[in-house]
């Protein structure tokens, strides 16, 4: 009887500073995913730190070289966004503008693929519009973000640089999302649809 592949989720995410709160977050996802029985592969802070994306030039720096292929090879997509002045963080909007790269690519962009998508921020509204966001820009990538978004408030929610979050509905919610990723990625495998 043969297994199927475990799939492939890349979790992408954080900010300059390391150990940031939506890295934390993120790695909170990471782990219900790998638990969930998914390969997860994670790339975060200053990892993510490419040049700004250019359209007139196919010269690319080996970091997002190496960032695409990931999104490329990827199953499932987990992102977790700083809300910076109510929105995503400029580097985590960079990062995704790599994307367009694999407007060629069969399937294009993100299409197929489950999106978990985490926003942070210091207050509610920055973390709704920043989540928001994320979904708006996952749809036009044709991804398929999760049912259910993060929205941490790092005012009232801490993480310890180990991973653990002492919210227990914080940390269910990161666990969910992160599951939800690898439970849609696996019907598609088992649909033979990926």
């Not at 790599?98 to 942070?120: F, H, M, Q, T």
């Not at 310890?160 to 002492?166: A, L, N, P, R, S």
Request: aromatic content about 6%; proline content about 4%.
């Amino acid at each position: 009887m043969s297994t199927s592949p475990a799939v492939r989720i890349l979790a992408i995410g954080g900010s300059t500073r390391p150990n940031s709160s939506s890295e934390l977050a993120l790695n909170v996802a990471a782990k219900a995913a790998e638990a969930a029985g998914a390969e997860v592969i994670t790339i975060t802070g200053r990892d993510l730190m490419f040049p700004i994306y250019d359209t007139e030039t196919t010269e690319r720096h080996p970091l997002a070289v190496d960032f695409v292929e990931k999104v490329r090879t990827a199953n499932g997509v987990l992102i977790a966004s700083p809300g910076y002045h109510g929105g995503i963080s400029g580097m985590m909007k960079n990062a995704l503008d790599y994307i367009e790269d694999l407007r060629e690519n069969d399937p294009a962009y993100l299409d197929g693929r489950s999106v978990g998508c985490i926003s942070v921020a210091y207050g509610w509204q920055a973390t709704v519009s920043t989540l928001h966001q994320l979904r708006q820009v996952v749809h036009a990538l044709r991804g398929w973000p999760t049912p259910l978004g993060g929205t941490i408030n790092a005012s009232a929610t801490r993480f310890e640089v180990d991973g653990t979050c002492q919210d227990t509905a914080a940390a269910d919610q990161l666990a969910v999302i992160g599951r939800q990723v690898v439970e849609f990625a696996q019907m598609r495998q088992a649909s033979g649809t990926t």
